[in-house]
T-cell receptor, first 116, second 116 residues
C-alpha cells in the first residue's frame, strides 16, 4: 500500500524564522514521484516541486529547499526566513509508477501560520 | 491561458439529493481527475477520465460517477447525498502521455459542497 504521513498538523512561527515541514512516505514501487503542494485559503492546490525517486539531489528554489532521503523515506520541505504570505496548508503527495499511475496519494497536510 | 476551471464554486444540497459538478481542464490537457477533500484532510482520489472513459478509480462507492466530453471537460455526479459527502471537490488536469513522468497535475479552485 502507498501512504504519505505528515506528522505535524499545525505549525506556528514568527516571521523570519526558518521552518521545516516533515513528510514520510511508504511505497513498494521502485520508481515513484514525490510532490509538495501549497493550498492557500482560496482552495486551489499550487504545485511547488516534483522529485523523482532516482534523483536524490536536494533542491533549492529561493527561500524554499527540499531534502529527499530515500534511506529514511522522507521528503522534507524547509522555508527559510518565513513570511506571512507563506501561511497556508502544505501537502506532500506521492505518485507511483505502477497501478497507481495518474493519481496522487496525499498526506493530511500541515497548516503553517506565520505571524508578523 | 485559462487554467483549470470548476463550477459552481459553492453548493448547498439536501440529504438524498443528487449533484453535478463541472470541470474544464487546462488548455492542451486531455486527462481529468477528481479528488474529494474533507475538512482538515488531504485530497482523496475519486477517479480519472481519459478519452471519455474512466481509467482509474479510488475507493469510492458507485454513488460517485463521472463523465468526460469530447472537448475533455468533465462532470462529477453524486447521487443520494449523505452528510459525509460535504467536502471540497477538486478537479485536476494533465496530459495522458505525461500523467506520471513529466507533468504535474494542475488543480482548479474546487467546488465546496455542503450537504444539510
Amino acid at each position: 500500500a502507498q501512504k504519505v504521513t505528515q506528522a505535524q498538523t499545525e505549525i506556528s512561527v514568527v516571521e523570519k524564522e526558518d521552518v521545516t515541514l516533515d513528510c514520510v512516505y511508504e511505497t513498494r514501487d521502485t520508481t515513484y514521484y514525490l510532490f509538495w503542494y501549497k493550498q492557500p485559503p482560496s482552495g486551489e492546490l499550487v504545485f511547488l516541486i516534483r522529485r523523482n525517486s532516482f534523483d536524490e539531489q536536494n533542491e533549492i528554489s529561493g527561500r524554499y529547499s527540499w531534502n529527499f532521503q530515500k534511506s529514511t523515506s522522507s521528503f522534507n520541505f524547509t522555508i527559510t526566513a518565513s513570511q506571512v504570505v507563506d501561511s497556508a496548508v502544505y501537502f506532500c503527495a506521492l505518485r507511483g509508477y505502477g497501478g497507481s499511475q495518474g493519481n496522487l496519494i496525499f498526506g493530511k497536510g500541515t497548516k503553517l501560520s506565520v505571524k508578523p | 491561458d485559462a487554467g483549470v476551471t470548476q463550477s459552481p464554486t459553492h453548493l448547498i444540497k439536501t440529504r438524498g439529493q443528487q449533484v453535478t459538478l463541472r470541470c474544464s481542464p487546462k488548455s492542451g490537457h486531455d486527462t481529468v481527475s477528481w479528488y474529494q477533500q474533507a475538512l482538515g484532510q488531504g485530497p482523496q482520489f475519486i477517479f480519472q477520465y481519459y478519452e471519455e472513459e474512466e481509467r482509474q478509480r479510488g475507493n469510492f462507492p458507485d454513488r460517485f460517477s463521472g463523465h468526460q466530453f469530447p472537448n475533455y471537460s468533465s462532470e462529477l455526479n453524486v447521487n443520494a447525498l449523505l452528510l459525509g459527502d460535504s467536502a471540497l471537490y477538486l478537479c485536476a488536469s494533465t496530459t495522458w502521455g505525461n500523467r506520471v513522468v513529466n507533468t504535474e497535475a494542475f488543480f482548479g479552485q474546487g467546488t465546496r459542497l455542503t450537504v444539510v
